[in-house]
């Protein structure tokens, strides 16, 4: 098995992935308090789906009794460009790094499965495999930082001292017992650059995420409008939030991503408020064919798009604002009439 492992690493390698480490399926003896925890907070906003079988989410052992070990892998997306350079452009949107381009759930999950089909043809006898990539209810984060990919940043993300944070995870499940490998080690020590950059005030202690006021969670997850006194702290954030982890010193060995695929669409990269304002259903699923942004749908976006209008103080965008202020989802005319007002007193 050890063997076996060996040629595992070096064939995840060969697929793309920049990391391989190994841990057991119940590794993770304090998750079951720390969900619980998270879960009687509120903190889990509408994410519903969260509470629902937390036997599952809070001990991997128990998705797949037969399991024996867990592989975890990570795959980078670091940017060529940073991503926080759009806020100087008030009148641009700002997209999360990770959906600029190709959805990483079928770049990851293709990978992982002709991983997972190599190592039944090489394992020594009978053996099963699952593979996950954010589809099921696995704690990837955890799992990771029980293999030793990395650690659990203040930010509640992974952050690896030869990674940084700007990572993919995925999982293969298998009942091959192969050796595993030691956890990782917090190496975050006093720093306090990714909470103290959230413009929401997301984090109400470290290693604590309150989504409620996450702009990750409010831009892709929350149904209908958002509180105004947080969209106020939007800026043009209009899908994702990279700030918490573009504060992080440990990117410094971020690697550079090796698929092109996950590398940013220029369409996507800083686009206007004023084109994406006016996409109708059609329009907005052609824009975002491929990217994660396309889960969300054009109501959605189109509100986030409004309520950074409404935060831009520029003027020329307030008649697009306008334009909208009767549209068919009741979100998106409201967005927009706060949108308009915001101009306005400005």
């Known amino acids: 098995m050890a063997e076996l492992k060996e040629r595992l690493i070096v064939q995840a390698d060969i697929e793309g992935f920049v ?83 190709r959805d990483y759930h079928d770049v990851v999950k293709k990978r992982l499965k002709r991983l997972a089909r190599w190592l039944l043809a090489e394992a020594d006898g009978p053996a099963e495999v699952k593979v996950f990539v954010d589809t099921a209810p696995v704690p990837e984060k955890a799992l990771a930082a029980a293999a030793g990919l990395g650690w659990q940043g203040k930010h509640t993300n992974l952050v ?32 306090r650059a990714c909470l103290d950059v959230c413009p929401t005030d997301a984090f109400p202690a470290p290693y604590q995420l309150d989504a409620r006021r996450c702009i990750s969670y409010l831009t892709i997850e929350h149904k209908g409008s958002i509180p105004e006194d947080i969209r106020k702290r939007m800026g043009n954030h209009i899908y994702g939030c990279d700030d918490c982890l573009a504060a992080c010193p440990w990117n410094k060995f971020a690697v550079a991503a090796r698929d092109m695929r996950l ?23 052609s824009l975002f064919s491929g990217s994660a942004v396309k889960r969300i749908g054009r109501d959605r976006f189109v509100r986030n798009v409004l309520y950074a209008i409404g935060n831009s103080g520029e003027a020329k965008l307030k008649p697009l604002a306008a334009g909208l202020v009767e549209d068919a989802d009741p979100t998106v005319a409201e967005a927009a009439r706060w949108a308009v007002g915001q101009l306005s007193m400005r």
């Open 19 to 101: 990391a391989c480490r190994i841990c057991r399926p119940d590794a993770l003896p304090d998750l079951p308090a720390r969900l619980q925890s998270f879960l009687d907070a509120g903190y889990h906003g509408q994410m519903s789906w969260m509470a629902e079988r937390t036997h599952w989410r809070s001990n991997p052992a128990t998705l797949w009794p037969d399991a024996q070990s867990v592989i975890m892998l990570a795959e980078s997306y670091t940017p060529t460009h940073d991503p926080r350079a759009v806020f100087d452009r008030p009148d641009r949107g700002a997209i999360s790094v990770y959906a600029q381009g």
């Open 160 to 191: 690896s001292r030869e990674l940084g944070n700007w990572v993919f995870l995925g999982a293969i499940f298998t009942t091959l017992q192969l050796p595993v490998d030691a956890a990782e080690v917090d190496h975050c020590g006093s720093c």
């Open 263 to 285: 590398t940013t669409r220029p369409e996507l990269s800083e686009p206007p408020l004023a084109e994406l304002a006016v996409l109708d259903d059609a329009e907005f699923r």
